[in-house]
């Protein structure tokens, strides 16, 4: 069974600083995405940024990127120039890859709650 | 606007009582899926579903039941047997070709 670990509860950082959360996973599978999802205050889920395995390159959107260390099976997430916008739980996730696409399942850690502070 | 719609926002549950929570989307995604989000913890799996009158348990299946008679429609029923119902509770959904899932706004389920 896959397990996804994030091992800072708690962050906060001043309004244009850079932060970055950090993402620990465990998998035998070769072949999986990689998921940072953010749930502000509404409870709304919404995809942040996606990375697939078998691509070395790190994945970037806009002022979020990623750090993917697949043989540490590491995926950390870095926002530059971070906004009061993105006060908000934020949550590592896997997908192992499976030949029935239905049945590929997020599998989710704890969470990070991060403060932007003004 | 295409989305996936839950309702209601907020539900209460009497003791004994079975509840219902409704999913629909109109992305025309193939599979849904039910997650529970207790504080302080991830998301955990309920139930998925990847085609119309089928549908797999996920971790914490019990207590718990589903059906898929529409593509766009994938309610969510908390039994008696579910001692601990207290949560939030999300709905996401996913087109085969795309490798991402995407979510409801949810629904909090509290017992009275």
Known sequence: AQTVTQSQPEMSVQEAETVTLSCTYDTSENNYYLFWYKQPPSRQMILVIRQEAYKQQNATENRFSVNFQKAAKSFSLKISDSQLGDTAMYFCAFMKHEITQGAQKLVFGQGTRLTINP | ?112
């Open chain 2, 1 to 112: 606007d295409g989305g996936i719609t839950q309702s209601p926002k907020y539900l209460f549950r009497k003791e004994g009582q079975n509840v219902t929570l409704s999913c629909e989307q109109n992305l025309n995604h193939d599979a849904m899926y039910w997650y529970r989000q207790d504080p302080g913890q991830g998301l955990r799996l309920i139930y998925y579903s990847q085609i119309v009158n089928d549908f797999q348990k996920g971790d914490i299946a019990e207590g718990y039941s589903v059906s898929r008679e529409k593509k766009e429609s994938f309610p969510l029923t908390v039994t008696s047997a579910q001692k601990n119902p207290t949560a939030f509770y999300l709905c996401a959904s996913r087109l085969y070709s795309k490798n991402i899932q995407y979510f409801g706004a949810g629904t909090r389920l509290s017992v009275l």
